[in-house]
C-alpha cells in the first residue's frame, strides 16, 4: 500500500468521495499500531463508506523532555497491518506539510483540558486539538474514531468540536486489552518482563475501584486513598494522578452516586502509562 503524504492527493481522493456521496472516517494515530488502533480501523470500515487512516507523530502535543524523539516508527509494519485489517487510505503527512513556515495558529483547548493530564503536560491538549482539527478539515471526514483510552482527549475533542461548530462527528470505541487487562499501548514496547508484569496493576487497581463502589463505598478521598496506595503496593515508581471524576467535566467526584470515571497516570521505571474505567 502506497501511504498519502501530498495534500492534493488526500484532497482528490475525498473530492471524488464526496462526488459519490460516500461517508468518510477519520481515524489519527500516531503509528506504532496495535490491536487498540486497529479495533478503531475496523470500527470505521464497518460504518463508513470509505475510511482514511492518519499516522503522524505531532510534535506539537510533546513538552521539551518527553519521549518525542524516542516515540516507537514502525511505518512499514503499520502499513502491512492496515492491509491486512482492510485499509485502503493511510495519510502519512511530514511535520513540514502540518507545521508550514509561518504556522502560526493553535487552539486554546476547552476548560476540560485544564486537570489531570493538563495539570502534568500543560501544553499537550493544544497540540492535540490543533492537529486534530487540522486532519479533520484535511481529511473532510464524517466522523472521527476515537479510543477510550485517551478519556480525557476525546473530552477535549468533543468539546471543541461542540464549541467551534466543527462538521466532524465524534465516535468513541472501547478500550482493548491484553488478557491479563493490559490496556494496549504503543508506550508499552517500553517496558521490560519485570515492568510489563508492574503495570497490570493500573487496570487492577481500576477493577478494585469498581468493586468498591459497586458494594457500596461512596466516599471519594477513601477510595482514591486506597488507589494510590495499592499503585505503590505494586510497585509503580510515581504517579500523576489517581482519581475517581465526574464522567463529563472530569472534577473530582468527592461524593460518589452516579456514573464516574475512574483515570490513573503513573510512571512504571521511565515509562507514562494511562488507563481509566467507567462504572455505573
Ligand atoms: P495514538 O496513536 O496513541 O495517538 O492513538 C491513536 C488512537 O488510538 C487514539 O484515539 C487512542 O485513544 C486509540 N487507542 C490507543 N490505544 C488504544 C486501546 N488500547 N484501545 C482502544 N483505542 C486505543
Request: one cysteine or more.
Amino acid at each position: 500500500m502506497n501511504p498519502l503524504n501530498r495534500l492534493e492527493t488526500l484532497h482528490e481522493l475525498t473530492d471524488g468521495f464526496r462526488k459519490a456521496n460516500k461517508t468518510i472516517g477519520l481515524v489519527p494515530t500516531m503509528g506504532a499500531l496495535h490491536e487498540g488502533h486497529l479495533s478503531l480501523v475496523r470500527q470505521s470500515l464497518e460504518e463508513m463508506d470509505e475510511t482514511i487512516v492518519t499516522i503522524f507523530v505531532n510534535p506539537s502535543q510533546f513538552a521539551p523532555g518527553e519521549d518525542l524523539d524516542q516515540y516507537p516508527r514502525t511505518l512499514e509494519q503499520d502499513l502491512e497491518q492496515l492491509a491486512h485489517v482492510g485499509a485502503k487510505h493511510v495519510f502519512v503527512p511530514d511535520s513540514s506539510l502540518i507545521y508550514p513556515p509561518g504556522f502560526s495558529t493553535s487552539i486554546v483547548p476547552p476548560k476540560v483540558a485544564a486537570v489531570l493530564e493538563g495539570e502534568f503536560r500543560p501544553t499537550h491538549f493544544s497540540g492535540v486539538a490543533t492537529v486534530v482539527l487540522k486532519l479533520f478539515n484535511m481529511s473532510r471526514a464524517d466522523v472521527a474514531f476515537f479510543g477510550q483510552k485517551d478519556y480525557q482527549q476525546v473530552c477535549v475533542i468533543q468539546a471543541m468540536v461542540e464549541d467551534l461548530n466543527v462538521n466532524t462527528q465524534v465516535r468513541v470505541c472501547p478500550i482493548i486489552r491484553e488478557s491479563d487487562g493490559l490496556a494496549l499501548s504503543s508506550r508499552n514496547r517500553y517496558l521490560d518482563a519485570e515492568q510489563r508484569k508492574t503495570a497490570l496493576v493500573l487496570h487492577k487497581t481500576l477493577q478494585h475501584v469498581r468493586d468498591l463502589i459497586t458494594s457500596g463505598q461512596n466516599d471519594g478521598f477513601e477510595i482514591v486513598t486506597e488507589m494510590r496506595q495499592m499503585l505503590i503496593d505494586g510497585g509503580v515508581d510515581s504517579i500523576d494522578y489517581a482519581v475517581v471524576a465526574d464522567p463529563a467535566t472530569l472534577e473530582t467526584a468527592d461524593f460518589i452516586d452516579g456514573k464516574v470515571v475512574a483515570l490513573l497516570a503513573a510512571y512504571v521505571g521511565k515509562t507514562r502509562l494511562i488507563d481509566n474505567l467507567i462504572i455505573g
